[in-house]
T-cell receptor, first 114, second 109 residues
Framework: GAVVSQHPSWVICKSGTSVKIECRSLDFQATTMFWYRQFPKQSLMLMATSNEGSKATYEQGVEKDKFLINHASLTLSTLTVTSAHPEDSSFYIC??????????FGQGTRLTVV | GQNIDQPTEMTATEGAIVQINCTYQTSGFNGLFWYQQHAGEAPTFLSYNVLDGLEEKGRFSSFLSRSKGYSYLLLKELQMKDSASYLCASMDSNYQLIWGAGTKLIIKP
């Protein structure tokens, strides 16, 4: 199947700093990428849908000024958590679709804000 | 509203068969996905059903009944490595995935 690479796998940052997470589709062009957040023992929660060359569409309750998404090319989308706080600690996962029938996920990024 | 229901947790014995059920209600329907997720890792794709019936793929099979809004994932010859969460997701008319909370499957020797 298609490969989606997410980096970093884990990151620890101080409260108030910003963290950037990258998501790359390695062997296909992804016009649409999705960013999810998952808290322990809970389901994936869609944060936003990222479309190449246009503004991301955020789900209700997700602060777009806090979670900055950039999708500058067909193979790269980035999520920046700005002014991170301990409550932002979570597992962040990106997903890209090469066609309707399958969605491929990055490895996920475990963010810990101290 | 949109809703996906699946059991929270199931326990099965190594070598046995287990069936994980999923019922869905979504605005439109463009297919039903099953994913496997080990603790601390991202989900991995298992199956996709858009037509009624059973799709078999090795030890894993997935069934769909669109009229009943029902799907199940069948795992045969269970192995310890199958211990994971299994996520059911329905794709709605906007091609958005609506996720269930996942079923934690515990395999005992």
């Amino acid at each position: 199947g298609a490969v989606v690479s997410q980096h970093p796998s884990w990151v620890i940052c101080k409260s108030g700093t910003s963290v950037k997470i990258e998501c790359r589709s390695l062997d296909f062009q992804a016009t649409t990428m999705f960013w999810y957040r998952q808290f322990p023992k809970q389901s994936l929660m869609l944060m936003a849908t990222s479309n190449e060359g246009s503004k991301a569409t955020y789900e209700q309750g997700v602060e777009k000024d806090k979670f900055l998404i950039n999708h500058a090319s067909l193979t790269l989308s980035t999520l920046t958590v700005t002014s991170a706080h301990p409550e932002d600690s979570s597992f962040y996962i990106c997903s890209a679709r090469d066609r309707v029938t399958e969605a491929f996920f990055g490895q996920g990024t475990r963010l810990t804000v101290v | 509203g949109q809703n996906i229901d699946q059991p929270t947790e199931m326990t099965a014995t190594e070598g046995a068969i287990v069936q994980i059920n999923c019922t869905y209600q979504t605005s439109g329907f463009n297919g039903l996905f099953w994913y496997q997720q080990h603790a601390g890792e991202a989900p991995t794709f298992l199956s996709y059903n858009v037509l009624d019936g059973l799709e078999e793929k090795g030890r894993f099979s997935s069934f769909l009944s669109r009229s009943k809004g029902y799907s199940y994932l069948l795992l045969k010859e269970l192995q310890m490595k199958d211990s994971a969460s299994y996520l059911c997701a329905s794709m709605d008319s906007n091609y958005q995935l609506i996720w269930g909370a996942g079923t934690k499957l515990i395999i005992k020797p």
